[in-house]
């Protein structure tokens, strides 16, 4: 992630709910707080593998990997073995990835100038 992309906390997402449902954020921050605790709660829970649906949002997913019995450890390039464990994955719903995938060029976005589609505009 760019050193300069904005991060976003729970409070910025109760403070967007409170606009949302014209609601003082006192009211929304806790309903906010026992969604993300749920969220997390039930991917701790995952036995092994779970997939959480939120339509319109996208799926939050808990799933297994392989073990991996010849990696390399980039720095002293030793043979390490690494277990199956389990990892998080989200897939965007439709609606999302669609803005998601816009160019940035096409929202008058700066294109860094090492970029390809930065080098594709000047010729």
Do not use: C
Request: aromatic residues 6%; glycine residues 4%; hydrophobic residues 35%.
């Amino acid at each position: 992630m760019s050193e300069n992309a904005k991060t976003l906390t729970k409070k910025d997402v109760a403070r967007r709910v409170a606009d949302m449902m014209d609601e003082p954020i006192y009211k929304t921050e806790p309903w906010v707080g026992a969604v993300v605790s749920a969220l997390g709660e039930l991917m701790l829970e995952a036995d092994p593998e779970v997939r959480i649906e939120l339509r319109d949002f996208g799926v939050f997913e808990v799933k297994k990997t392989k073990a991996k019995p010849k990696a390399r450890n980039p720095k002293t390039n030793e043979t390490v073995f690494i277990p199956s464990r389990r990892k998080t994955h989200f897939k965007p719903s439709k609606k999302l990835k669609e803005v998601l995938q816009t160019p940035l060029v096409d929202l008058n976005y700066e294109v860094p100038k090492d970029s390809a589609d930065f080098n594709g505009l000047e010729g």
